[in-house]
Structures are given as structure tokens and as C-alpha cells.
């Protein structure tokens, strides 16, 4: 039997080096974010896409996709099967999506407030005008859902249907990691040592360390990986997508940090933007908060509270079953999700 | 090339076919004994896995793009099939040897003389394939991801070294961590938990601390030099922390850091009586980015200690889970189960102490004391070029804040245009249609919208 297991070994390990080999040599560009886009508005590296479409959206109100700063959007679109903006344009929504470029030390004093009242409120402006609409509908994801909903607090009016994905509001959390260390940091001798921009190298050590054993499980389960172009390339497209990490402006790193991680103004309707108190009560159009059920990143229970916090009447809470990244690319998200949230937009559009 | 090596797989499996037929009659004449399967088995798919990995080579277009896209070791690929055959000729031949019986060489069925090669060349042939699959994965990976990829392969190597004594002691059931500790020394161990963490152990702090100063003196008698009015100062530095150098071997890290914030006090008065000048100005810096540094390392050495007590357990843990299946089953796991489990048990390890809060309070300290050094650093760097046309941090700064400035103005300006169009339009007024930031959609050279696809 041992000779068995040897010889099996062998040959395995043949077949799996010739089917690497082949793999590896096949490619010649990892290509993300490939579905067709026109870049309708922007203002400095902040950039506003307009996803293509062949027939007429089944919703007359387009969704803007607000992506948070730390890394890019890309995750929304990594790959044409796995790929949540196509399935909305396939679902029948009309798509845009904000580009925030990447920021550097020229960024280092942009704040919150331009980010929200500014580039968010002129995205926000345009699709409507372009639309002529009073109001469009929002997704915010992740921390771009927290500038989400506070730009939904301070102009509701302009804003039909809000959905949220993984999106922390709540920022007095033990589970999250994230939530428990930067209670401890020093905000200001980082922003400060690292001259008014936060690398995304840093941010990303942070994410690492959540669960320190990632990279290694990644890289063992190679092998198997490169045994299959498909998985081969969804490797090599995660790869990317999480090496593209933007620094981030140092002032909104430095108020989002203190704001809401350290003292939890928002939840609190302590929060204020613009010499405006953001009062989440004031939000009262339909409300769609999506959380994941094991995000590691993001845990539940900093996301679920906004179902209860805002004002509006018609407001939703959806479990996902998965984690902060699989909520973009598993399966699931293709079947379930994606054609959830764009019915839940659809029903909502007369 | 085709039929070439057709021919020499032809060849070979003759010479297969040949050796395996008399196992067949040398089997059947020993009473009671079936011809094991084994080679059958191997060669049929060996063979096909061969013509497989041609196939793909001539994908390629031609033999040179195949030679250039294929591993360098392909060109050894016809000899290695051989040499695999030999090993299995041997591995029959004693087989034979336990029944008193003597098979030929293999050189009797191809007319070729064989010298003891085994599976030596074999394991240089999968060695040489997955150097090639690492490198051109590499190329593939983004570079700011490539030297985790490379710290982990060097990791899986190294603890590779141990998988021989690890399976010995699964199977004799051994797994306290005294024992563990024999074949896994704690200098390993930190060298395997660094690599997993993805830092460089400290192995001496007492001496780490002494190299800090030795450099430090050196820069600052390097510093002198170019600045000769330095010389009392530096001299005088110098003396200071050869002396500190004398004491600071005490081996809490607690104690080393009070001794460095005591000498950081008693510098500082030394340069409260100095005079003011720009080489004394960044003399004091250097000496504070010594300082800084220095408490860093043993902040950073704190927490990797704190970090490497807890992941002790892990291996003495992983290796008794598979003692105990072992005991039931007598089956090893191969070495990258084994690799993947202690992995586990090290992060459920690692995760109870980055959930503390003495962790998250000793993480933060390190950050900050980091983040000290790098912007003294920079300070030392714009101090040093002040004078040179270059653009400074602290220019630029002026640059970026000023920008901020303006475009909220514009924005300002934009809120109360838009205010008063609503007043004469009743309230009803739409975004402004054009606005001095908004940039029509881009014309490309076709006079088509700017276009991603």
C-alpha cells in the first residue's frame, strides 16, 4: 500500500506541475473590472462611471454605488461571473459608480465633509440632472455605505431608496478587531508621522493581522489553485484587487477614526458634518441593510443597529451567509443577493 | 521533435513492457505470491502524462517558444523518464531480493548502462518544476503581494526541515513540548512564527541595543566630520553611549527601556547648555531618531515576544492531534495536512492574545514609536537638503493645504449660486447644469465618450 501512496503521489504531483505549467503560461493580462463604462463627470481623481447598458432599465431610478476609500471598487466588478454591478445592469438597474482615485499628500486635508458634501453631493447632482429627477437611489459599501448614510441624513430628499452593504454604523463593537484596536490608537501621531496620508501598505498590515493565518492558507491551497485556470485567475484577480490598496487622506482617516471609532458620534446623533447634526432619524426614504453573517471586517452587529436608528418606515434588515468579501464575489452573492437588492430597488421605483 | 519523442516513449515502454513481463514469470513461479499491480498502474498513466506534457510544450508554437516557456529542466525531461524507470526496475529488484531471487538490471532491457541514480533525480526534477511554477507565479502576483508570497514559500521550505523528526514523534506519540522542543529549538520556532507573522525575530535585545548605538556613533563621527564645529559635541556623545552601551545588557525589556528614557533625559540637559546652530540642530535630531529607534525596537521586541509565548503550544498540539489518529489509523498525513493544521492551532494561538487589551494598547504603542522614527527621519532628511531646490514635505504641505482651501470655496460659491437660482425658481431649481468643476464627459480621439471596457 505505501507504494501505492507513492506512486499515487508521484503522479499527482506530475499532473499537477503539467497542469500549472500549462496555466501559468497561458496568461497574459489579469484583467478586473472589465464591464463596459463611460466616464460621465469628474472633478481631480474623483471620477464618476456609468455602466453601459444595451435596453432600457427596468427602474427609471438609476443607483449611484458609493465604495469606501479603502481599497477600490474594483471588487464590484473583479470578473465577468463574479461581478455584482453586472448583475444589477443584468437585473435591470441602471449603474453608476463613484471612482475616488487615489488620494495623495496634495489630499492630505480633505476631509469628510468634501467627500460627502462634496463629491458624493455632486455625484449625487448630476445623475439627477442628467436624470431629471429629484432624487436617485444610493448603495453604500462599507465605510463608502457610512458616507451613505449620512449624506441620506442631511439630504433626504435627494435620495429615493437607500441600501446598505456591510456598512458599520456602530462603532462600539468587542467582536470586530478592527473596531477594538483603533479604539487605542493614536489617530494624530499616525497622521501626523506619516505626513497627512495614511499608506494603504498600513491599512492593510491592520487587515492581515485580523486573521493572521490568510496569507499562508491562500498560498498552501496553491497547488489545487493552479490546477484550474478559473481558480488560477480568481487568485490572480483577488491578488490584484487587494494589492491596489489607495492611501488614504489623512484628515478624513483622522476624523472617521476619532468620530466614529473612538467615540461613536453617529449612532449617538452626536455627529456633525458641515456645522449639520446628522440625525439618522431624519432619514425616512426605504431603507435596505445588508449584513454579513460571519464579516470578520465589519461584524453584524456594528451594521445591523441602522434598521433600527433611522426614521423611515419601510426598512429592511438582510442577512448574507457569508463573510465581508463574499458578499461582492461568492456564488451566492450572484444568485441571491445581487438580484435581491435590484428587486428591492425595482419594487420601490414608482 | 514529434516523432522523437514518440520514439523514445515507444522505446521505453518496450523496455517497460519487457522488464515487467518477466516480473509477471518471476512472480508466478514464487507459490503463493500475486505480481503486484504497481507498475502497471505507474507506467500507463506515466505514459500519458508524458505525452500530456509534450502536448503542451508544443502549444507553444515552436520548439524554441517551447523551450523558452517550459522550465529549463525540460530539456532533461527524456533522461528523467528513464531514470524514473530504473528507480521502479530497483524498487522490483528488491522486491526479488527478499524471495532469494535476483533480477536483472535494467540495463539488461535496453542495452544501456545505468548508474545508481534512485530517486535522487527524480526529486531534482519536481524540485526544478516547482522553482519554475514559484518564479512565473511571481511575475503573475502584484509586486507590493510578492514578498509575502516568498516569505511563504520560504517558510513551507524551512519547516519542511522538520517534517522527518515531526513524523517520528507522531508515531512514537511524543508531543510534550519538552520533547517537541529537542527537534523544534526555540530558535527555530521564533524563525518559523517571524515568517508567519512576517517579521525578522530579534534575537538579542541587549545586543540589538548596542548595534543601534554603534551605528548611531558612527553616523555621528560621520556627521562631524562634515561639520568639524562638532567635534566637542560629538566626542562628548560618543563617550556618553559607549558608557550607556557598558549597562544596558540587562535583560528585562522593561529595564532597558527606563534606562533609555533616563539617558534621553540626561542628554537632553547636555544640549539645553549648546549653543544653537544648524549642525547642532540636527545633531540633536539624529540623537532623538536614536532614541526613537531605539525605543521602537524594544516596543516591537515586546510585542513579538508576547506573540511567540503564545504560539508555543501549537506545535506540541498539532502533533498530538496526530498521534492520536495515528494510534487508530497508523496513517501519517502528508507533510502539507500537517503544515496547514499547525497553522490553525498557531492563529487560535495568536487570536487570544490580539484580542486582549494589553495587546491592542502594546500594538498601538508600536505603531506610534514606528511612525515617530519615519517622521523624525523625514524631518532629518528636509533639514539636511533645506537648501537645495527640491520640493519639501513641508512646501508641499502649503500646496495640498491650499488647495483644499480653494476647492471648498468652490463648493461654497456652488451652494449659494444654487440658493439663489431656488429663490427665483421657487424652490424647484435642478443641480446647475454646467459648474466650474464639473468636466463634461472626456472626448477621445474619435470623438466617442471616454470609454473602460
Known sequence: MAEHSFSDQILQQVDTATDAIRNISDISDIDIATAPRDTVWEDGKVKLFHFRRDDKPKAKTPVLIVYALVNRWEMMDLQPNRSFVRKLVSEGMDVYVIDWGYASRLDRYKTMEDYILGNVGDCVDFIRRKHKLPSINLLGVCQGGTFSVIYSALFPEKVKNLATLVTPVDFDNKQGLLFKWAKDLDVDAMVDGFGGVIPGEFLNTGFDLLKPMNKTRKYLSLPDTLREKDKLMNFLRMEKWVADSPDQAGETYRQFIKDFYQKNLLIKGEFELGGRKVDLKKITMPVLTIFAKDDHIVPPDTTKPLNEKVGSKDKELLEFPGGHIGVFVGGRSQSLLTPAVASWYIHRDA | ?453
Open chain 2, 1 to 453: 521533435m514529434k516523432k522523437g519523442i514518440d520514439e523514445m516513449l515507444e522505446n521505453q515502454k518496450k523496455a517497460f513492457e519487457s522488464w515487467k513481463d518477466w516480473t509477471d514469470k518471476w512472480m508466478r513461479t514464487m507459490p503463493g505470491m500475486t505480481p503486484p499491480a504497481t507498475g502497471k498502474d505507474f507506467f500507463v498513466p506515466w505514459m500519458d502524462m508524458q505525452r500530456k506534457w509534450w502536448d503542451e510544450a508544443m502549444k507553444a508554437g515552436n520548439v524554441k517558444a517551447a523551450t523558452e516557456q517550459m522550465p529549463p529542466q525540460w530539456k532533461d525531461w527524456m533522461d528523467m523518464q528513464t531514470q524514473a524507470s530504473e528507480k521502479w526496475m530497483e524498487f522490483y529488484r528488491d522486491q526479488a531480493k527478499q524471495f532469494g531471487a535476483s533480477g536483472p538490471g535494467f540495463s539488461s532491457f535496453t542495452g544501456t548502462p545505468f548508474s545508481d541514480m534512485g530517486a535522487k533525480q527524480w526529486q531534482n526534477w519536481m524540485e526544478e518544476s516547482n522553482k519554475w511554477i514559484k518564479e512565473n507565479i511571481l511575475d503573475k502576483i502584484p509586486n507590493n503581494m510578492k514578498p509575502h508570497y516568498q516569505n511563504f514559500t520560504v517558510l513551507y521550505d524551512e519547516m519542511a526541515k522538520f517534517w522527518e523528526p515531526f513524523q517520528q514523534l507522531i508515531q512514537f506519540g511524543s508531543f510534550s513540548k519538552s520533547t517537541t522542543d529537542q527537534f523544534f529549538s526555540p530558535e527555530a520556532y521564533r524563525r518559523i512564527v517571524g515568517l508567519f507573522l512576517g517579521f525578522k525575530p530579534v534575537e538579542n535585545v541587549a545586543k540589538m541595543v548596542e548595534d543601534v548605538n554603534t551605528f548611531f556613533e558612527d553616523y555621528i563621527i560621520s556627521l562631524q566630520k562634515m561639520t568639524p564645529g562638532t567635534h566637542n559635541f560629538t566626542d562628548s556623545w560618543v563617550r556618553f553611549f559607549r558608557d550607556w552601551g557598558r549597562q544596558s545588557g540587562h535583560p528585562g525589556l522593561q529595564a532597558v527601556a527606563e534606562i533609555t528614557h533616563m539617558v534621553e533625559k540626561g542628554v537632553n540637559s547636555f544640549y539645553h547648555v549648546a549653543g544653537p546652530s544648524e549642525e547642532l540642530a540636527m545633531a540633536k535630531l539624529v540623537k532623538d531618531i536614536q532614541f526613537a529607534y531605539t525605543g521602537f525596537l524594544l516596543k516591537s521586541s515586546e510585542l513579538q515576544q508576547v506573540l511567540m509565548d503564545a504560539g508555543q503550544f501549537a506545535l506540541p498540539d498539532t502533533i498530538k492531534a496526530y498521534a492520536d489518529e495515528f494510534q487508530k489509523t497508523k496513517k501519517l498525513p502528508n507533510y502539507s495536512e500537517f503544515f496547514n493544521r499547525y497553522a490553525n492551532h498557531l492563529e487560535d494561538y495568536l487570536l487570544e492574545v490580539l484580542e486582549s487589551d494589553e495587546y491592542s494598547v502594546l500594538q498601538a504603542d508600536v505603531s506610534k514609536s514606528g511612525i515617530a522614527v519615519k517622521a523624525k527621519m523625514d524631518e532629518l532628511v528636509e533639514m539636511t537638503f533645506h537648501d537645495m531646490p527640491f520640493l519639501m514635505k513641508s512646501f508641499a504641505d502649503e500646496v495640498a493645504r491650499e488647495n483644499t482651501s480653494l476647492r471648498r470655496k468652490i463648493r461654497e460659491l456652488e451652494t449659494r449660486l444654487y440658493a439663489i437660482e431656488s429663490a427665483f425658481t421657487g424652490g424647484s431649481a435642478m443641480p446647475k447644469e454646467e459648474t466650474p468643476k464639473t468636466a463634461a464627459p472626456r472626448k477621445a480621439s474619435n470623438g466617442k465618450k471616454t470609454t473602460t471596457k
